[in-house]
């Protein structure tokens, strides 16, 4: 069987990557036993099983619990009532009607480009690339992140390069250990240490135009990041990432879950197991329209959260 594709559909629970791991000889099989790791962009059908994730169906955005991930929104969700300029935003949002709106201005001047793209996309002269796409959601996070009137935390447009490394470095072979990169689009950084606290993917179309190459890639980020910069309280058992992402119009908020035995996995100190191993779960919620009021309001909402 040739591992580069042999999965149609990404296992969406434990047993279907189980099944999966035995049909194609992976189950006790790991990151470190690849020689060749792929980019994010070209990860393939094995590289993706070794990184022990799952996908689980997306959830829409009526059923967000912040709950569940320790998110309180009444403190962001009373700053976006309290702001002036994003609600005049708010109010605005699917038009071309820009001016007056301060830091938001900018944000719609991109977000109407990338709706007028999608209309126009066999136009050379109109069509739109991922440009705008990734300009128009970096602005809305940067003014989003505006409106408290401190903040820790700071959204970045410079892409960060980060490095998956598994194994250890043989001195006598000198041969590496078996890695990847993945680039991001951006990130919310720790103003004072940089720490990464999220990380941002943008593509020119929407989800369900590129098939479960993007949810390979998103939990590939998560994997480089999660190795570069591994957790460092092990006194809980349970950990969250976030990935924010645009695809065309669309808004998309993933959190990355896994306990410490993944962890161990991930960096070569067992852990994982093969009669039950620990998978990362890549929970999805959305999508947020960016020409839909309601979804912009929700998902700012979260965004302004996760920020504060």
Known sequence: MSLEKFIDDLPCNREQWVQYAKRAGLLHKSLRHCKKLQSESCVNDEQFMLFRTICPESIHPDYFNPADYGLDLTTASDTLAMSQGFQAYLNQVGTNNF??????????????????????????LKCSDKTPVNSSLIKLLQALSLLPTTTTSEWRSTKIRLRGTFGNHNLRSGESPPQFVAITDGQLQDKQTGNIKSVIKCERYPRNMMGKAVDMQEAASVVAWASQYPDTDRSINEHHRVLVSKYGCE??????GYDNSWADYLDGRGGGGTRQPSLMTMQRYGPYSIADRLRVLQVSTILLAISL
């Open 99 to 124: 001016r007056g709106l301060g830091e938001f201005g900018t944000t719609l001047v991109q977000q109407w480009e990338v709706l007028e793209g999608l209309r126009n996309g066999t136009d050379p």
């Open 251 to 256: 808004i998309w908020i993933t959190f990355a």
